[in-house]
């Protein structure tokens, strides 16, 4: 598969315009899914703090060129927004944490406010036209409650474009007036986008005061061995590619994209759309790279043995 990756992003499609990553609430690591690409992409990350923008660009980071930006990026046109500082960094935001929806659960503390400040933002679409960049391939945001209103705030015809849009959206109530999973589904469901994975995460439903009530040994134990409750999800789309404005260069892309998340069955689907699209013939090498995927892993799952027999059974007694 990695081979098949270098392969397609080393064409001439990619040399004067590689894949643009864009970063919103960067942890400071390259995310994961990003590492097999790196050192062919620009990644643009934002990193928020109280200074003069600026642009800083850096070669050495793993990526072909990463661009990091310090502002707090928003959906409005507002030249400084509120930021509230939490106790844990995790939890800070631009939206206020709500302490008594939080009271119920165990984590409450982490969201306490130590400090409101005031930080210099920037529109999305505004950062990346600063940057010279003029459209997003794979968009990752986790901003604490503000996911979808940044993704739309940005023209449509960069949301048409992207490929894969990532979030972290709330299921329970954390902030005031933040952004939830279910309005993330209802959004994209809409917008020419299918969920390609999600990941449900939470914690147990009670109270710091009768956490504190037992001892630390029974505190992981009740940690250990008790429900938890959903209390956000990290969710990832995929681009359908219906549109018919998608050149070249994004079926190769997002062919590219579905290796990465593993959806061998939406590689073959793209190479299908690509090989019609563009009559290359590249695009047949690419179908039989996916089919081979799909055919690897049904020969190494024990299942599809077990099945094969089966359905052999079957058919000899009922046909």
């Known amino acids: ?8 992003l080393q064409r001439n499609e990619f040399q004067n315009n590689p894949p643009v990553l864009v970063d919103i609430g960067a942890s400071g690591e390259i995310h994961h899914k990003w590492k097999k690409i790196a050192k062919y992409a ?3 990350a934002f990193d928020a703090d109280d200074r003069e923008m ?22 409005r046109i507002d030249g400084e927004v509120d930021f509230f500082l939490t106790q844990s960094p995790f939890c800070s935001s631009t939206l206020e944490p709500d302490l008594g929806k939080l009271s119920k659960w165990p984590f409450q503390n982490l969201f306490t406010v130590e400090k409101k400040i005031k930080l210099k ?24 409650g503000t996911d979808l209103r940044l993704f739309k705030s940005l023209p449509e015809i960069i949301r048409n474009n992207t490929l894969i849009a990532e979030f972290e959206p709330g299921i329970i109530d954390a902030y005031k007036g933040e952004d939830k999973l279910y309005e993330v589904i209802g959004f ?4 020419g986008f299918y969920m390609s994975s999600i990941d449900i ?7 710091q005061n009768t956490i504190a009530q037992f001892s630390r040994l029974q505190q992981r134990a009740f940690r250990g061995s008790h429900k938890i409750s959903p209390g956000w999800g990290e969710v990832c789309y995929m681009n359908s590619m219906e549109n018919e404005i998608m050149d070249k260069r994004s079926y190769l892309l997002a062919y590219v994209f579905a290796l990465i998340e593993k959806q061998y069955g939406f590689a073959l689907e793209i190479a299908e759309k690509g090989a019609k699209k563009t009559g290359d ?8 790279h996916a089919l081979k995927r799909i055919s690897n892993i049904q020969f190494k799952w024990p299942f599809f043995a077990v099945k094969n027999k089966l359905d052999k059974v079957f058919d000899a007694i009922f046909r």
């Not at 994209?188 to 917008?191: D, G, L, R």
Request: charged share 25%.
């Open 188 to 191: 994209m469901s809409k917008s």
């Open 201 to 207: 995460k939470g914690v147990q439903r009670i109270d």
């Open 1 to 8: 598969m990695f081979k098949m990756i270098d392969h397609i």
């Open 121 to 144: 933002a920037v529109q999305l679409v505004d950062a990346l036209k600063n940057a010279g960049i003029n459209g997003i391939d794979w968009l990752k945001i986790d901003t604490q």
């Open 42 to 44: 620009i990644c643009i």
């Open 54 to 75: 600026n642009f800083t660009e850096n070669i050495s980071s793993g990526f072909k060129k990463l661009i990091t930006i310090n502002r707090i990026v928003t959906d």
């Open 281 to 288: 013939v590249f695009f047949n090498d690419l179908k039989n």
